[in-house]
């Protein structure tokens, strides 16, 4: 995942980027972290989606997201 999410050639001329994920999710209790289960449903830095926005606005790349996580539900009440 971490592979797919880093800058390409392709995608600097524009800075541009959509990524949109459709997958398991799991919210923690404190409603502050939020990972996308992968088929191995192992979650870990790589799957955190906040990281993700937070790299991308470090990398001033403008990039939209659209996350579907089955399961994630407590994120939506934050």
Do not use: Y
């Amino acid at each position: 995942m971490r592979d797919a999410l880093l800058p390409a050639d392709t995608d600097a001329a524009s800075g541009h980027r959509i990524v949109h994920v459709i997958s398991h999710g799991q919210a923690d209790i404190d409603r502050k972290r939020l990972d996308m289960v992968p088929a191995d449903g192992r979650i870990g830095r790589d799957t955190n989606v906040a990281g993700w926005i937070s790299d991308s606005a470090a990398e001033q790349r403008h990039s939209l997201f659209l996350v579907d996580l089955c399961g994630s539900g407590v994120a939506a009440h934050a």
